[in-house]
C-alpha cells in the first residue's frame, strides 16, 4: 500500500521559521517532492529529495532521511504571501514515475 | 509559453450525463497524469500516459476513460456522472528522464466539476 502522512493545518507568525513534516511508507521510493498550492490555484513545484540529506533554496529547504520514510520542508523568513497548502508527494515508481500525493498540510501564516 | 491548459475551468453535470476534459501542453513532454483533489483527500490519482497511443490505471480509475491520441493531449472521459465524481481535476505533465529540470510535473490551472 501507499501511505503519505502530514499534518493538516499549521500556523506560524511572519517572520518565523516552520518546519512542515512528511512521512511515508510506499510500495517504491524514487524521490521526494513538495508542491505549494495557494487556495483555488494548481501546486508549483518547491523542491525536490532523491538521496539523503538537506536541500536548500533560498527561504525554503527540504531534508530526506530514506531509511527513516521521513522529510520535512523548512520556510525561513516567512511572509504573509507563503501561506498555502503545502503538499508532499513520493515518486514510486522510476519507469512510469507514478507520484503519490499526501493530503496537503495548510499552513497560515499570521501577522 | 502556455506550459499546461486545462478546459472547461467550470462545468456542472447532472447525474447520467457525459463530459470529456481537455489537457494541453506545449512542452513536448512525454508523461501526463490526470488527478482529482477532494477536501482532506489530497491529489489522487485516476489515470495516467507515458507516452502517445498509451495510459495506464491510477488509485482511483473507475467511471473515468482516457485518451492519448496526440502527445500534447490527454483527454479525460466520464461516461456517466455521478455526485461522488464532484471534484477539482487537475492535469500535470513532465519531461523525459535525464534533465534534472524534467523531474518536476507541471500543473493545469484545474476544471471544477459538479455533478448534480
Known amino acids: 500500500g501507499q501511505n503519505i502522512d502530514q499534518p493538516t493545518e499549521m500556523t506560524a507568525t511572519e517572520g518565523a521559521i516552520v518546519q512542515i513534516n512528511c512521512t511515508y511508507q510506499t510500495s517504491g521510493f524514487n524521490g521526494l517532492f513538495w508542491y505549494q498550492q495557494h487556495a483555488g490555484e494548481a501546486p508549483t513545484f518547491l523542491s525536490y529529495n532523491v538521496l539523503d540529506g538537506l536541500e536548500e533554496k533560498g527561504r525554503f529547504s527540504s531534508f530526506l532521511s530514506r531509511s527513516k520514510g521521513y522529510s520535512y520542508l523548512l520556510l525561513k523568513e516567512l511572509q504573509m504571501k507563503d501561506s498555502a497548502s503545502y503538499l508532499c508527494a513520493v515518486r514510486v515508481d522510476s519507469g512510469t514515475y507514478k507520484y503519490i500525493f499526501g493530503t496537503g498540510t495548510r499552513l497560515k501564516v499570521l501577522a | 509559453n502556455a506550459g499546461v491548459t486545462q478546459t472547461p475551468k467550470f462545468r456542472v453535470l447532472k447525474t447520467g450525463q457525459s463530459m470529456t476534459l481537455l489537457c494541453a501542453q506545449d512542452m513536448n513532454h512525454e508523461y501526463m497524469y490526470w488527478y482529482r483533489q477532494d477536501p482532506g483527500m489530497g491529489l489522487r490519482l485516476i489515470h495516467y500516459s507515458v507516452g502517445e497511443g498509451t495510459t495506464a490505471k491510477g488509485e482511483v480509475p473507475d467511471g473515468y476513460n482516457v485518451s492519448r491520441l496526440k502527445k500534447q493531449n490527454f483527454l479525460l472521459g466520464l461516461e456517466s456522472a455521478a455526485p461522488s465524481q464532484t471534484s477539482v481535476y487537475f492535469c500535470?505533465?513532465?519531461?523525459?528522464?535525464?534533465?534534472?529540470?524534467?523531474?518536476?510535473?507541471?500543473f493545469g490551472s484545474g476544471t471544477q466539476l459538479s455533478v448534480l
Open positions: 500535470a505533465s513532465r519531461g523525459r528522464r535525464g534533465a534534472p529540470a524534467n523531474e518536476k510535473l507541471f
